[in-house]
T-cell receptor
Framework: DAMVIQNPRYQVTQFGKPVTLSCSQTLNHNVMYWYQQKSSQAPKLLFHYYDKDFNNEADTPDNFQSRRPNTSFCFLDIRSPGLGDAAMYLC?????????????FGDGTRLSIL | AQSVSQHNHHVILSEAASLELGCNYSYGGTVNLFWYVQYPGQHLQLLLKYFSGDPLVKGIKGFEAEFIKSKFSFNLRKPSVQWSDTAEYFCAVNSNTGKLIFGQGTTLQVKP
């Protein structure tokens, strides 16, 4: 089935050690999003790609970077994770950025920082 | 700035009880409204959406929501909940930019 796949489901890293989270999609959607969801809080958009165009949210920390090498894959890089970066990270895709195009979410990667 | 507020953080119901989850948004322009559901261990799924037209929107699994523009509200309802409806429910708004603003979520626990 066409879907959004996030790997791994659970990731543990050490304070300050770079970590990369992966997202792939078989929907051939143009847009890929990364959200951060902390415990008992709403998912918060970090950035998104429309094809190769990167769109960063104004309040996304510089510590967070993203790469999209091709249509299918998108990566979230956290350069120096702090304890406050422990969260669920959600990847989503949509055909376009207009609101009629719903977003399809992956299962998320839960990141823990030691 | 846009924001979404969900009044109930945790709701506990018995099976067959009726459900109403509140959602209010703040945005003066044209909005597009969504309810997403996240079952335990699963990804966020779209329950229903409102763009225009009939303000009473029907979604999957017997859920419906009513858009009341004067109250800036988009409450989710279901006449009779089942144990399988236990999940977290998120209201979200989109202002024609593709950016979803989520509420903080409501955890629904249905007792068998």
């Amino acid at each position: 089935d066409a879907m959004v796949i996030q790997n791994p489901r659970y990731q543990v890293t050490q304070f300050g050690k770079p970590v990369t989270l992966s997202c792939s999609q078989t929907l051939n959607h143009n847009v890929m999003y990364w959200y951060q969801q902390k415990s008992s809080q709403a998912p918060k958009l970090l950035f998104h790609y429309y094809d190769k165009d990167f769109n960063n949210e104004a309040d996304t920390p510089d510590n967070f970077q993203s790469r999209r090498p091709n249509t299918s894959f998108c990566f979230l890089d956290i350069r120096s994770p702090g304890l406050g970066d422990a969260a669920m990270y959600l990847c989503a895709t949509s055909r376009a950025t207009n609101p009629e195009a719903p977003q399809h979410f992956g299962d998320g990667t839960r990141l823990s920082i030691l | 700035a846009q924001s979404v507020s969900q009044h109930n953080h945790h709701v506990i119901l018995s099976e067959a009880a009726s459900l109403e989850l509140g959602c209010n948004y703040s945005y003066g322009g044209t909005v597009n409204l969504f309810w997403y559901v996240q079952y335990p261990g699963q990804h966020l799924q779209l329950l229903l959406k409102y763009f225009s037209g009939d303000p009473l929107v029907k979604g999957i699994k017997g859920f419906e929501a009513e858009f009341i523009k004067s109250k800036f509200s988009f409450n989710l309802r279901k006449p009779s909940v089942q144990w399988s409806d236990t999940a977290e429910y998120f209201c979200a708004v989109n202002s024609n930019t593709g950016k979803l603003i989520f509420g903080q979520g409501t955890t629904l626990q249905v007792k068998p």
